[in-house]
């Protein structure tokens, strides 16, 4: 295989499980996803993308409540996933191919505080929260790696086959995890 087909590869591996953990945080943080993509959209300017159906009474900019809150650090976490799955799986750091979901989190701040300072603060702790679960929680473990498979061999996934797909990994992995405790089943007759 040519280098130049080598590295549109790795490319395209990384565009799927960055997009992957777009699709995989907001199936598992409660987020209904509409579609998501690994189809360059060269007009727009990106690699792939993932979206979710309109959130409804979702209303920050005069809605203050806790609860408009969490849908924002859910939103914004949603937004981070993609780039930590990336980085997290392929070891490097796409900052250009994150530049857009960065530019959604930091408008999103805009309704937490209006203080640039504690953005700050804030999205280097929901940064840290969604790479904790990137890395170490078990359903983002092998949900991730299911969407980002099933990208890479159908290059666009509806939302039912984005829950479909994590659902059976889950079921696997754990199937998997009963056999390994309790040992092989062994039936007599």
């Known amino acids: ?33 509409c579609r998501v993509s690994i189809v360059p959209d060269y007009k727009n300017g990106s ?8 959130l409804r009474n979702f209303h920050p900019d005069y809605d203050e409540s806790d609860k408009t809150r969490l849908k924002v650090e859910r939103e914004i976490m949603i937004l ?21 979901d960065r530019h959604e989190v930091f408008k999103l701040m805009g309704y937490i505080d209006d203080d640039p300072d504690s953005w700050r603060l804030y999205c280097k702790w929901l940064r840290i929260r969604t790479r904790r679960l990137v890395i170490n929680h078990i359903r983002w473990k092998v949900a991730i790696p299911a969407v980002a498979h099933a990208l890479l061999s159908k290059n666009k996934m509806t939302g039912a086959e984005v829950a ?18 309790a040992g092989p089943i062994v039936r007599r007759f």
Do not use: C, D, P
Not at 4 to 32: I, M, N, P, V
């Open 80 to 100: 981070m996933a993609g780039e930590e799955a990336e980085w997290f799986y392929s070891g490097r750091r796409n900052k250009e191919g994150a530049r857009s």
């Open 164 to 181: 479909e797909a994590i659902q059976a990994a889950i079921q696997k992995e754990i199937a998997a995890s009963v056999e390994a405790k």
């Open 47 to 54: 690699l792939g993308h993932s979206a979710g159906h309109r």
């Open 1 to 33: 295989m040519k280098s130049t087909s080598k590295s549109k590869l790795k490319k395209l591996e990384r565009t799927a499980y960055h997009e992957a953990g777009h699709a995989a945080a907001s199936y598992l943080l409660g987020r209904r996803i």
